[in-house]
């Protein structure tokens, strides 16, 4: 058993803690008012709750989970922890400015890891004080039925961090692969191009947005098809993701097309706002 220590409680952060609760640890939880602590928990009860009714999970097991979760707006409450893992919003300054909050107070031998989908490893470590001990986890949603970690060093990262990254994610359950610090890692470099290429296939007439998914739900046995895939991961967030991959690479697969920026214009975000290729 760990302490494990989660800064954010949105939906990844929530995720993630649930998870390592499930698993045993003694997690902490940190977001940045008692309102998003409240919001988070209830989030991971609801999903615990839901998982008793649909005979997933016992009230013993989902008892034992919540009893491993505490929700704070203090990190110092994450200072005894072996493993802390950074999930807050997507944004490299205020990535860094956690990092180094984080750093003042954990233990010189906790491994510290962001679940970062877009942003450089090496990058959010240039400003650490012991960036050996950093790497990426990155979790993919919804983080307590998806498999998959990645793992990935930054060119600072140690060997040490990373075997304790990839034993983590075992420790959760989770099957861990090794990705590049590169954008998009491994899962989004060959997504995003793909709910991309939906959104200029459906710009150009090659179906509706229902057949668009139908065919790649029915025909290639995908559990959603790219919209309705897009509306769950957030327009927002591939839009957000798309163009650091453009900056990156200069590649147009990775170019938002135009349809894509102005729903983000419009607030049509997906699932989260309750409405963007569908309606929620
Ligand atoms: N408790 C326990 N288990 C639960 C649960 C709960 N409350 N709710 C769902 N589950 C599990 C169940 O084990 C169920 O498995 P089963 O088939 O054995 O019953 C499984 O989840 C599926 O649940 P449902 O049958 O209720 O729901 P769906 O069949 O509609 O599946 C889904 C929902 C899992 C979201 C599925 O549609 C899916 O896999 N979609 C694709 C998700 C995906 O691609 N995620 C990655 C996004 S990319 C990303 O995250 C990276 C980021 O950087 C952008």
């Not at 998009?184 to 995003?192: A, E, S, T």
């Not at 995908?222 to 769950?232: A, C, E």
Request: with cysteine.
């Amino acid at each position: 058993m760990l302490t494990v220590g989660v800064l954010g409680c949105g939906l990844m952060g929530s995720g993630i803690a649930q998870v390592c609760a499930q698993a045993g640890h003694r997690t902490v939880v940190r977001e940045v008012d008692e309102a998003l602590v409240e919001k988070g928990l209830g989030r991971i009860r609801a999903f615990l709750d839901a998982g008793v009714a649909r005979g997933k999970t016992t009230p013993a097991a989902r008892d034992a989970t919540l009893a491993n979760l505490t929700g704070t707006t203090d990190v110092a409450d994450v200072a005894d922890a072996d493993v802390v893992v950074e999930a807050i919003v997507e944004n490299l300054d205020a990535k860094r400015e956690m990092l180094a909050a984080l750093e003042r107070v954990v233990r010189p031998d906790a491994l510290i890891a962001s679940n970062t989908s877009s942003l450089c490893i090496t990058e959010m470590a240039a400003s650490m004080e012991h960036p050996e001990r950093f790497l990426g986890l990155h979790f993919f949603s919804p983080v307590p039925v998806m498999k998959l970690v990645e793992v990935i060093r930054g060119l600072a990262t140690g060997d040490d961090a990373y075997r304790r990254g990839m034993d983590f994610a075992a420790t959760l359950g989770k099957d861990p692969v090794t990705a590049p610090d590169r954008p998009g890692f491994i899962v989004n470099r060959l997504l995003i191009p793909y709910l991309l290429d939906a959104i200029r296939a459906y710009e150009s007439g090659v179906g509706t947005i229902e057949d668009i998914d139908k065919g790649m739900q029915m025909g290639c046995g995908h559990p959603m098809g790219p919209f309705t895939l897009l509306d769950f991961v957030g327009l927002d967030t591939t839009y957000y993701i798309a163009n650091i991959m453009y900056e990156e690479f200069r590649d147009p697969q990775y170019a938002a097309p135009p349809l894509l920026r102005r729903m983000v214009a419009a607030g049509r975000l997906g699932r989260k706002s309750g409405r963007g290729f569908y309606t929620y």
